[in-house]
């Protein structure tokens, strides 16, 4: 019933509004997450400020708390790690108050990642635990493979191989079982890392060679590049290196800057710097590697990333050539 005052009809003119504003909001981020999944960050960037706007204006805080989570994604593409621990933080926040099991998994996934990077594997660990936990209790099992997956890039770097390899092929054949290609490949990149880290280079190669063809048919496909490029030319690269071929790795290495620069990721850029060290101590090149390392170092610190000493294997090994070069005496060019 109106009142004298019309006071009625216009609040429920502005719950309308509210209504279809919540309604565009909700588009725009489930469209910003289609981009996420193929790593176009920048499309889904303005899709989610757009989004977040949308979901504060019509006071949805289940709204409000996704597209925080799906903004955390797009920060750790671009390499911002503090928008990302505050936006995932708040999405974490929100979601517990509402008891909603599905926004704290996806909350979590993004914080769980950032600890890994920082280097603060406890903190991953008891995350990706607590998602795996979630995951197997909603039955939502492509989420419990990633999971299984995040846990074995721990395994790895803590130094457990066995355990690695174990949650990693768990985590395939969940994926597997779900036709769930993107968790699939997620996986193997994980066997490749940890058959490198064993010194099995064929069988790294191999995987790697396997994951880089599925994600070139998706570029194929789809038009856009695609974040675990950088990753895959730079491991392959490093094993170029390590086996004598430097013209292959230099290529390579200069493919994956190429991508890292698309994606817009300073870690992926510092990852294919670090490569063309490699080639350059192994060329004999040794002031050139040491500016390299030294560029790349600076880009992981200016984003508050330095590397973790778990994952200093091929920057010490390259720093350690340069060394025994300048004690050798060798000219430096």
């Known amino acids: 019933m109106l009142t004298g005052d019309g006071s009625d009809l216009v609040?429920?003119?502005?719950?309308?509004?509210?209504?279809?504003?919540?309604?565009?909001a909700r588009s725009r981020w489930f469209l910003a997450l289609a981009h996420l999944s193929f790593g176009d960050a920048a499309t889904a960037e303005g899709l989610l400020t757009e989004a977040l706007a949308g979901f504060r204006a019509a006071g949805d805080r289940w709204g409000?708390?996704?597209?925080?989570?799906?903004?955390?994604k797009q920060a750790m593409f671009q390499g911002d790690h503090v928008l990302a621990e505050r936006s995932g933080t708040e999405s974490l926040t929100i979601f517990e108050e509402l008891g909603d099991g599905w926004g704290r998994l996806q909350a979590s996934d993004m914080l769980g990642y950032l600890a890994e990077i920082t280097g603060d594997y406890a903190r991953a660990a008891r995350l990706h635990g607590e998602g795996l936990e979630i995951a197997?209790?909603?039955?939502?099992?492509?989420?419990?493979?990633?999971?299984l997956s995040?846990?074995?890039?721990?395994?790895l770097l803590t130094g457990d191989l066995d355990r690695s390899r174990d949650l990693h092929r768990r985590g395939m054949r969940l994926a597997a079982e779900q036709s769930s290609g993107f968790a699939e490949e997620f996986a193997r990149v994980g066997l490749g890392l940890v058959a490198r880290r064993?010194?099995?280079?064929?069988?790294?190669?191999?995987?790697?060679?396997?994951?880089?063809?599925?994600?070139?048919?998706?570029?194929?496909?789809?038009?856009?590049?695609?974040?675990?490029?950088?990753?895959?030319?730079a491991e392959l690269g490093f094993i170029a290196e390590q086996r004598g071929a430097t013209a292959t790795a230099r290529s390579l290495h200069l493919e994956g800057l190429a991508a890292a620069r698309e994606a817009g990721d300073p870690r992926a850029i510092a990852l294919a710097t670090e490569g063309l060290a490699g080639v350059a101590a192994a060329e004999g090149a040794i002031?050139?590697?040491?500016?390299?390392?030294?560029?790349?170092?600076?880009?992981?610190?200016?984003?508050?990333?330095?590397?973790?000493?778990?994952e200093r294997g091929d920057v010490d090994r390259i720093a350690a050539a340069v060394r025994a070069a300048r004690a050798a005496g060798t000219p430096m060019r």
């Not at 609040?11 to 565009?24: P, V, Y």
């Not at 197997?136 to 999971?147: G, K, N, Q, V």
């Not at 995040?150 to 395994?155: C, K, N």
């Open 150 to 155: 995040s846990l074995g890039r721990l395994a």
């Open 64 to 72: 409000e708390a996704a597209a925080q989570a799906g903004r955390a």
């Open 198 to 233: 064993a010194g099995d280079l064929d069988a790294a190669e191999r995987l790697f060679r396997q994951s880089l063809a599925w994600n070139r048919r998706l570029e194929a496909d789809y038009g856009l590049p695609f974040y675990g490029m950088a990753l895959l030319l």
């Open 287 to 310: 002031a050139e590697a040491a500016a390299l390392l030294d560029e790349a170092e600076a880009l992981r610190r200016s984003v508050g990333a330095p590397l973790p000493p778990a």
């Open 11 to 24: 609040e429920r003119s502005r719950a309308a509004a509210r209504a279809l504003d919540a309604r565009d």
């Open 136 to 147: 197997e209790d909603l039955r939502l099992w492509t989420d419990a493979s990633y999971r």
